[in-house]
T-cell receptor, first 116, second 111 residues
């Protein structure tokens, strides 16, 4: 298994540009999430999905869109990039909702995004 | 609302013990602990569910006090490989998958 994969690893955008961060998992996990990590702020939840066709907002959803058409893929779209969206973005997946003692959330390697 | 972790940073010598605390203003359903090395993705350590259980593997263990809405991570006889940033993540309901992380505790273990 490849686990959770993210592309690209690095990206530089200009203000106003749009792009999609890709995330895929091959573990047949229902639950997938997107986080952003900024220095001193920890990991903040952007959007999450509890299954194909079902998504919901996290703590910091503004400026981001998601969709979940398949179990495997959970792309994150930046509609009009802003310098405040410069961050490291992590995608994560887990088998279930975090209510089981065996739940483990697996993180992808991250995408380092800079918006100029 | 983010859980509060303390201390923000701690420096140890190899073999010493450390405790990292995580507290929330909300009633907690589960607490997750992760470790992240610089430039890498967070790695899952353990999850604790409400009920006040204590878990552990090797020399890292954790407790969860549901009434106090807090959890503590215990690292005993620290090793150089324990260095990194430790995050607690919490959920506040069995049907709520929103995992909210604290800001992290930077642990440095020196020889």
């Amino acid at each position: 298994n490849a686990g959770v994969t993210q592309t690209p690893k690095f990206q530089v955008l200009k203000t106003g540009q749009s792009m999609t961060l890709q995330c895929a998992q091959d573990m047949n996990h229902e639950y997938m999430s997107w986080y952003r990590q900024d220095p001193g702020m920890g990991l903040r939840l952007i959007h999450y999905s509890v299954g194909a066709g079902i998504t919901d907002q996290g703590e910091v959803p503004n400026g981001y869109n998601v969709s979940r058409s398949t179990t495997e893929d959970f792309p994150l779209r930046l509609l009009s990039a802003a310098p405040s969206q410069t961050s490291v973005y992590f995608c994560a997946s887990s088998y279930s909702r975090g209510g089981s003692a065996s739940d483990t959330q697996y993180f992808g390697p991250g995408t380092r995004l800079t918006v100029l | 609302q983010q859980p509060v972790q303390s201390p923000q940073a701690v420096i140890l010598r190899e073999g010493e013990d450390a405790v990292i605390n995580c507290s929330s203003s909300k009633a907690l359903y589960s607490v997750h602990w992760y470790r992240q090395k610089h430039g890498e993705a967070p790695i899952f350590l353990m999850i604790l569910l409400k009920g006040g259980e204590q878990k552990g593997h090797d020399k890292i263990s954790a407790s969860f006090n549901e009434k106090k809405q807090q959890s503590s991570l215990y690292l005993t006889a620290s090793q150089l490989s324990y260095s990194g940033t430790y995050f607690c993540g919490v959920t506040s309901g069995g049907s709520n998958y929103k995992l909210t992380f604290g800001k992290g505790t930077l642990l440095t273990v020196n020889p």
